[in-house]
């Protein structure tokens, strides 16, 4: 992708939330995510993207920070799992989550248990409103050679808030 500068002459900021960013002047949208020695990047000149991996480890306590962190169907899904998947549908479920927060820029500044993102690998189009702003995000998750399991978000729709003219 070209920006007409030399690569370190780009400068890095960062959103309200920490989502790193180039200037959108060059219409490029990024997002990083690591786990160990493996990164995972994703680049779009399309829109926002968000992006979050997982190394496969056990989570001992899995399910009480789904009570927090996923919704009320996820939570039940979560629960009825008793042959060993557990910590798999776990990390899927974060990952989910985590892309699609980040493809927004809120991150996890925002109430991920009312974002539904389901916790299977297919593709998914979640519609949610973090600050009361409507988001239309795409979401799929995938397993990595190592078993790491990420997901990749993009931004398919946000809200737009229109500047309002004070009356005279």
């Not at 002459?9 to 959108?24: C, R, T």
């Not at 920070?65 to 910590?87: C, K, T, Y």
């Not at 479920?93 to 996890?108: D, H, I, M, Q, V």
């Not at 990420?150 to 309002?164: D, E, G, I, M, T």
Request: aromatic share 6%; with cysteine.
């Amino acid at each position: 992708m070209e920006t007409g500068m030399a690569p370190g002459d780009i400068v890095i900021g960062y959103g309200p939330f920490g989502k790193p960013m180039i200037d959108a002047r060059f219409g490029i949208y990024f997002n990083v995510s690591h786990c160990n020695d493996v990164a995972l990047v994703a680049v779009s000149r399309k829109g926002e993207v968000g992006v979050d991996i997982e190394c496969p480890r056990a989570i001992a306590d899995a399910l009480e920070i789904a009570r927090v962190h996923f919704s009320p169907s996820e939570r039940e899904q979560l629960s009825n799992i008793r042959n060993g998947d557990l910590n798999d549908t776990f990390l899927r479920g974060w990952t989910r989550k985590e892309a699609c927060l980040k493809a927004t820029g809120s991150g996890l500044a925002l109430a991920s248990s009312a974002l539904e993102t389901g916790l299977c690998t297919e593709r998914r189009t979640v519609s949610f409103a973090p600050l009361h702003l409507p988001h239309v995000v795409e979401v799929q998750s995938f397993v990595g050679p190592d078993s790491e399991i990420y997901s990749v978000a993009s931004l398919l729709q946000a809200a737009r808030l229109n500047p309002v003219r004070r009356a005279r």
